[in-house]
């Protein structure tokens, strides 16, 4: 049977891309520069990280745009932006590491993330969105690459919520659209198909999953959630059984379950 053709990817608005970036930086920076050293020390969802080191890395995933930058352009793009969802777990130990050094030498974490940020603008104003990059998925231009960093951002920002009681660090509406069609386009990668139709309202419709192809009416098989939800399905924050149980998630239909196909970032 012939390989069906790839399927054309997504567009986003680059200008909207970069300015939820950078609202969503400065959503965290604002967050941060009014923790407490009690609060920087407390636990996270993220293994033995602490709220101090996941600040760190939260910095480090925007200067992974410096670092890319800083490297040869690759000479073709080899991988389409949703291609990025899969290739994020490989070198987990190697960012740990990175992430603790970082958190260790940037105690003022306020002044590293204005940092970040004032540099990540120079860049942004110096590189054209089609300058190709040399990312951990293969060659994406930059403009592809920062729609990844809405998924760093909005998930981690999430992450930072959930370890501070009481934080409520806003999410910038045009990341959290950004990450979530990033993420829910590459779960209609990992499972092609017509026979499922995922609605994450207001930001995504998507089908997926092999089976009978749904043309007209109400479709036999729907999955529907809000946006964090999903989010946290994709990136393992959240069980699919959990979900289901909290009624986070509505699933009608025998194509319905998702459990074998999350979380999505590998």
């Known amino acids: ?16 891309t970069r300015d939820a970036v950078l ?33 760190a890395h939260i910095g480090m995933a925007v200067t992974a745009v410096h670092r890319a930058l800083d ?65 951990n998925a293969g060659a994406l231009p930059l403009d592809d690459y920062m729609v990844t960093r809405t998924v ?3 998930v981690h920002t999430d992450d930072l919520n959930a370890a501070v009681p009481g934080l409520d660090v806003p999410c910038d509406r045009q990341a959290l659209a950004a990450a979530t069609r990033l993420l829910v386009d590459a779960l209609a990668v990992k499972a092609p198909g017509g026979a499922t139709e995922v609605r994450i309202p207001p930001y995504a419709v ?8 749904h043309t007209r009416g109400t479709p036999p098989n729907v ?4 946006p964090l939800t999903w989010l946290r399905l994709a990136t393992g ?7 289901v149980a909290g009624a986070k998630v509505s699933a009608s239909g025998e194509r319905a379950d998702l459990g074998g196909l999350l979380p999505i970032l590998s």
Request: aromatic content about 6%; charged content about 25%.
């Open 206 to 213: 998507v089908q997926c999953v092999e089976g009978p192809r």
């Open 1 to 16: 049977m012939p390989t069906p053709p790839r399927k054309r990817p997504r567009a986003y608005d680059p200008v909207k």
């Open 223 to 226: 999955v529907e959630t809000d």
């Open 71 to 135: 490297r040869p352009a690759p000479p073709r793009q080899d991988v389409q932006v949703t291609e990025w969802a899969f290739a994020t777990g490989g070198k987990a130990a190697a960012i740990a590491d990175f992430t603790r050094k970082l958190a260790a030498d940037h105690p003022d974490l306020d002044a590293y993330l204005a940092g970040v940020e004032g540099s990540l603008r120079t860049l942004l104003g110096e590189h054209p969105g089609a300058r190709l990059l040399e990312t």
């Open 23 to 55: 609202a969503q930086l400065g959503n965290v920076r604002e967050a941060v520069h009014a923790l407490t050293p009690e609060q920087l020390a407390l636990p996270t969802r993220l293994g033995d990280w602490t709220v101090r080191e996941l600040v």
């Open 237 to 243: 924050r959240l069980t699919w059984a959990d979900a």
């Open 152 to 154: 760093e951002l909005v």
